[in-house]
Nanobody, 118 residues
Framework: QVQLVESGGGLVQAGGSLRLSCAAS????????MGWFRQAPGKEREFVAA????????YYADSVKGRFIISRDNAKNTVYLQMNSLKPEDTAVYYC???????????WGQGTQVTVSS
């Protein structure tokens, strides 16, 4: 079983920054593809960003491109989401996810709340 624990959420004013962290259990983290998703009140979960096992490839949703940066530190079994120039529409519960076999994301964290005030 893979356990993922997000942290770093909170309340921030528009234009501010937050850095989310996702700590993963196990010693095979370096082989996981990792992603960040978010879900706003009354909305469906949406993709935010992804990073491959080595950190050499990243992908972002158009809504966050240029503002958010996903990174990973395999030695620390941790993936990060640096969020800059935050907007009220970024308000959501943010979840990290892992793909352990190269297919769909099969493990999910509990989520961390990000609230951006105008």
């Amino acid at each position: 079983q893979v356990q993922l624990v997000e942290s770093g959420g909170g309340l921030v004013q528009a234009g501010g920054s937050l850095r989310l962290s996702c700590a993963a259990s196990g010693r095979t983290f370096s082989r996981y593809s990792m992603g960040w998703f978010r879900q706003a009140p009354g909305k469906e979960r949406e993709f935010v960003a992804a990073i491959n096992w080595s950190g050499g490839s990243t992908y972002y949703a158009d809504s966050v491109k240029g503002r958010f940066i996903i990174s990973r530190d395999n030695a620390k079994n941790t993936v990060y989401l640096q969020m800059n120039s935050l907007k009220p529409e970024d308000t959501a519960v943010y979840y990290c996810a892992a793909s352990t076999g190269g297919g769909p994301y099969n493990y999910w964290g509990q989520g961390t709340q990000v609230t951006v005030s105008s």
